[in-house]
């Protein structure tokens, strides 16, 4: 099977350094497909010669969050839903483009800040429903996971934040088959989903608790991490733009 992954992104200082940091390791999955969807009314120079040069098999796409749902520059990070109309955008195109009957694929959320094994995606990989993981530095513990039983099932959530949500993991701890999204034309991300129901507000639509398929070593394993990548200090940089003289705007970085 095909792995597709769908990767939200936004233009910010950081968002270079992350692209080369998710290619250094895709390059090295095999049978894999890119679906990088920009925040943005427009597909940008500098992702658009990323992806060109890369060496991914891609899928470059656009689509800008409604301006009341956006996340403004002072806010905290977890007052708006993020990436969420991207990845229905990446779902609708995985619908109408590739053929279910002639292509076997998993679908993963690979959200750009995060710090992914190789591992993962072979555990990911033979998914029929939704294989699920730990997630490792999240949700302010040291971990989060599934809660396996000795039938190999999944009973519920170890999680510190409201574990009693229906599946209390965050958006890198699952995998779906493609086949779901035909069978289920139309599940999608709930841009109006409570504060941490994204991933609920999509998995309620195609699973049950136990239909979930645990991976990782029945979840005893961590192979993905939800790093978050420190905002730049950039005070000087905007000393020299207000003075007219900004660091030398043919540079890319
Ligand atoms: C957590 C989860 O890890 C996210 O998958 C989930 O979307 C988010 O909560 C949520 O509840 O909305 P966190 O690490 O705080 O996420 O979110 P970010 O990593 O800042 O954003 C998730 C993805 O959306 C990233 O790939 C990011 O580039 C993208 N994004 C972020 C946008 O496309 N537009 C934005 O304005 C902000
Ligand atoms: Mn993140």
Redesign the pocket.
Known sequence: PTIYAI????TRHV?KA?LVRLTNTFLHVKNFHWIL???SEYRTPLVTNFLAQSGLRYTHLNTA?PKNY??KENDP??L?????E?RNLALDWLRENIDIATNSGVVY??????TYSLQLFEEMRFTEKVSVWPVGI?GGLKFERPIVGEDGKVKGWYAAWRPQRPFAM???GFALNLNLLKKYPNARFDITAK??Y??SSFLTQLVTLNELEPRAELCTKVLVW?T?TEKPKWKEEDAMIAKGQPSDPRVEV
């Open positions: 990767t939200p992104t936004h968002q992350e969807v920009e925040d969050t956006k996340m990070h977890w708006k839903p993020r990436g969420v991207q959320f690979a959200d750009d800040d995060n999240t965050d958006m890198a504060r941490g994204l991933e939800h978050r």
